[in-house]
């Protein structure tokens, strides 16, 4: 029974250059999430989608960062251009309406 | 936004003894959730509770949703070395869909 896919699982980049993350949801599920978490901040949600709609953008830091879910199946979420301050763990989470969410490993992003 | 406190930050225990903690909250919450995150993981749901005093149990685990809808606790029965962890409280606000705000953590660490 899959859970939630990410890819990559690691990912390291140079400052300046486009990052781009992945996330499976689990299949059925209708809403999806992306978090970020650094030790200063904990764990912070940047965007929320549901039915493939964006529904609340405004935990994304800034213009930089842009996420899309194209079908139920696929998201992604890109920043563009890439700073060290974004080096963080990325997650992604699913949920089937109002219930619990479920969460992907992770993406850690070192931005040099 | 809303702010979940949750306490202690850090327990140090002894393998056998029973862990114990809480998150609160100045506003009214609709559910909550408890989650172990392992190193190098994604958070795991351990309880999820969605009425006021709720009492749920998994295994040595158990949650209670607070009467009040403000608060909940986790108290983890006779600790085993494998659940040192960060463990994380969630809930859903009042009128928040199904956006979950997250505590800050509580990092259990046990002495064999």
């Known amino acids: 029974d899959a859970g939630v896919i990410q890819s990559p699982r690691h990912e390291v980049t140079e400052m300046g250059q486009e990052v781009t993350l992945r996330c499976k949801p689990i299949?059925?599920?209708?809403?999806l999430f992306w978090y970020r978490q650094t030790m200063m901040r904990g764990l912070e949600l940047l965007i929320y989608?549901?039915?493939?709609?964006?529904?609340?953008d405004s935990g994304m830091p800034e213009d930089r960062f842009s996420a899309k879910m194209p079908n139920a199946s696929f998201s992604t979420l890109k920043i563009q251009p890439s700073e060290p301050r974004d080096s963080a763990v990325y997650f992604c989470?699913?949920?089937?309406?109002?219930?619990?969410?479920?969460f992907g490993p992770g993406t850690r992003l070192t931005v040099l | 936004g809303q702010q979940l406190n949750q306490s202690p930050q850090s327990m140090f225990i002894q393998e056998g003894e029973d862990v114990s903690m809480n998150c609160t909250s100045s506003?009214?919450?609709?559910?909550w959730l408890w989650y172990k995150q392992d190193p190098g993981e994604g958070p795991v749901l351990l309880i999820a509770?969605?009425?006021?005093?709720e009492l749920t149990s998994n295994g040595r685990l158990t949650a209670q949703f607070g009467i009040t809808r403000k608060d909940s606790f986790l108290n983890i029965s006779a600790s085993i070395p494998s659940d040192v962890g960060i463990y994380f409280c969630?809930?859903?606000?009042?009128?928040?869909?199904?956006?979950?705000?997250f505590g800050g953590g509580t990092r259990l660490m046990v002495k064999p």
């Open positions: 989470a699913s949920s089937f309406g109002v219930n619990e969410q479920f």
């Open positions: 299949s059925g599920h209708n809403s």
């Open positions: 989608f549901n039915n493939n709609v964006p529904i609340d």
């Open positions: 506003s009214i919450f609709n559910t």
């Open positions: 509770l969605y009425k006021a005093g």
């Open positions: 969630a809930g859903i606000p009042n009128n928040a869909g199904n956006m979950l705000t």
